[in-house]
């Protein structure tokens, strides 16, 4: 299947670009729209904690914040996952199953500039609110399951959004071109080195038995990078 990002990522086959639009996408909105990081360097050094640093999302954001000269701590619970968080650029790696706080000042890094949660708003939204700085910038992609309390972010004064890459589609903003150009910026950053695909694992072929088998795999919450459906018989 050939991806929109295919057309410019001459480095990479099909399944590795078809792995990363959605959430390229994702990533680069959230980080460099939403919390308004500027992706040629101006806020290099500052600090970025990613909530779930190994699926899909989460290891592109890796790669972009990177790119932009953050210091990135990403979460992540398994040593496998861990070392993947670490493969992708991560410069720190702790739990998000022990207490983070605890853990990031072990790090000396008690607060952070930027927050990115990619797998519980609901379930870190006290952690969020302790661990941002001042000022500092939240993003989530995961529907709450339960209203949040906004006012824990006043004191600080935290700016929080929500990023979901298909609105622009939805509500036909003015804007919709701006993820041609994302994309675009995101293949040129793959083709020079500076990005590199997050394919993990590839299925083949498309049929009904791999469907399952692969949303067995992202269910199990052990999933790491992407996995790709690929070829018809």
């Not at 020079?192 to 919450?221: M, Q």
Request: glycine content about 8%; some cysteine.
């Amino acid at each position: 299947m050939k991806s929109e990002a295919r057309k410019s990522a001459k480095s990479l086959d099909d399944a590795q670009a078809a792995a990363l639009p959605l959430t390229a996408l994702t990533a680069y909105e959230a980080l460099f729209d939403r919390c308004a990081i500027d992706p040629g360097g101006k806020h290099s050094g500052r600090t970025l904690l990613i909530i779930n640093g190994a699926g899909g999302v989460g290891s592109i954001a890796i790669q972009l914040a990177r790119l932009a000269g953050l210091r990135v701590i990403a979460t992540a619970s398994r040593p496998e996952s861990q070392q993947w968080c670490r493969d992708m650029g991560a410069d720190h790696v702790i739990s998000h199953r022990e207490d983070i706080p605890q853990q990031l000042k072990g790090l000396d890094i008690p607060e952070v500039d930027y927050l990115f949660n990619t797998v519980d708003t609901t379930g870190y939204w006290t952690v969020m609110g302790d661990v941002i700085k001042p000022f500092g910038r939240m993003v989530s992609i995961v529907e709450a399951s339960q209203p949040l309390d906004l006012g824990r972010l006043m004191g600080k004064s935290v700016s929080f959004s929500w990023e979901l890459m298909f609105t622009r589609s939805r509500f036909q903003t003015p804007d919709m071109e701006e993820q041609h150009r994302a994309l675009k910026q995101v293949a040129e950053w793959i083709d020079a080195g500076r990005l590199k695909t997050t394919l993990t694992e590839k299925l083949s072929p498309i049929n009904a038995a791999n469907l399952r088998a692969a949303h067995a795999k992202v269910e199990s919450g052990k999933m790491m990078g992407k996995l790709v459906l690929a070829g018809w018989r």
